[in-house]
């Protein structure tokens, strides 16, 4: 399906000189002078090769058409992430690059959605948001009150995250899956 490259998003599946690329990240870039453009760094389906492509806002690409599946994550194995279908129990295993950064926020039993091209997984979407907890947070430093300071913290997976200064260790926090950055303060 014809598609304007503006409409390209992170996990999009673009047909290029008869190769599936998964795109990874897309940015608008506005120059100077001279049109819009948009950058967009993607990875070969079949071959795991990473490229960077500019396009330009208007032009047309092809978007390929993927089913997409609910899947229960079980298990890590190494490199290996398994995942199960609740309808049918049948299981899936999925390399952590397809996954990519995001897999740092995988816990037992989360649903995510798996989009696969002729049975073959392509991409791995986790949902927005997970809660975590913080296992190391920096004390708060005396006159660091203005609104925009953050300090660093740590949380349960091992990935860094910067804070607002009034969270402490053991506080559960909200963190975007996409980038791993704060949110708020998980409810209780």
Known sequence: MKVNAITIRAGNVLEQEGKLWAVLKS??????KGAAVIQVEMRDVRTGTKTNVRYRTQEAVERVQLDEYEYQFLFADGNLLTFMNNETFEQITVEKDIVGYPAAFLQDGMV?????????????ELPDSVIMTLIEADPVVKGQTASSSYKPAKMENGER???????????RIVVRTTDGTYVERAKE
């Not at 940015?27 to 100077?32: A, V, Y």
């Not at 995250?161 to 506080?171: A, K, Q």
């Open 112 to 124: 995510c959605t798996i989009r696969t091209y002729e049975g073959k997984p392509i991409s791995v």
């Open 27 to 32: 940015e608008i870039m506005q120059p100077g």
């Open 161 to 171: 995250v910067m804070v607002p200064p009034h969270i402490e260790n053991g506080t």
